[in-house]
């Protein structure tokens, strides 16, 4: 699985461009946000979603993996084919995507080209309770706002954790607790020291 691609900018539009990386031209798929955020670019890293059916394959390139996630997460509901998904991703930013299916707000995305408004009460369906439990496993409100202030120790601390097995909505709490007792100063290294002695 291509995680992501990062090289030279050889051909750009708002719908896709061409990546070379070591001589050899990869097509990607991109939305205008993307877009927008590697207009100017010579050269740019783009996580990859590949996307494959029984008589295609194609790649699709965004400039975070929040806009990666949110676009895996909409093809997932049946019925949005990847070209529909990344009209969402163009129409709005990632945070406003999520907001909206949570929210049920089913005129925002019925205003997404293609989507009528059966397809969008389907997609809040499908998606509200899966963003919604993400969100608050990732400590953030209804609007994708983060609530806390130590945020890249916060998520760094979380990652670690899962990665050594634990469960994340378990370590999610303990981290917020542990940055509360110590205060926005305390270390990586400490505060997952400390939560190893902790949940150990």
């Known amino acids: ?7 030279k900018i050889t051909y750009k539009c708002p719908t896709y461009i061409y990546l070379d990386i070591g001589g050899i031209a990869y097509h990607v798929n991109i939305s205008l946000h993307t877009y927008a955020a590697i207009e100017e670019l010579e050269e740019s890293k783009v996580f990859i979603h590949h996307h494959i059916t029984e008589s ?6 965004f ?11 909409l093809i997932s509901v049946s019925g949005i ?21 949570i929210q049920e707000n089913v005129a925002l995305i019925n205003k997404v080209k293609g ?29 994708g706002m ?16 899962v990665s050594l097995g634990f469960n994340k909505a378990k370590v999610t709490g303990s981290v917020d607790k542990a940055i509360g007792e ?17 949940l150990s």
């Open 56 to 61: 295609d394959q194609s790649l699709y390139g």
């Open 182 to 198: 110590n205060g926005d100063d305390v270390s990586v290294e400490a505060l997952i020291k400390q939560l190893l002695r902790q």
């Open 115 to 143: 989507i009528g408004p059966k397809t969008a009460k389907r997609i809040i369906l499908d998606l509200k309770d899966k963003l919604t439990k993400m969100e608050m496993a990732e400590g953030k409100d209804s609007a």
């Open 81 to 101: 084919g990847p070209n529909t998904a990344r009209m969402v991703t163009s129409y709005m930013t990632p945070s406003e995507a999520r907001k909206a299916i």
């Open 63 to 73: 400039s975070t993996e929040d806009e990666k996630q949110l676009f895996a997460h």
């Open 1 to 7: 699985m291509i995680a992501y691609l990062n090289g």
């Open 146 to 161: 983060v609530v806390t202030a130590s945020s890249s120790i916060r998520e760094e601390a979380i990652s670690a954790l």
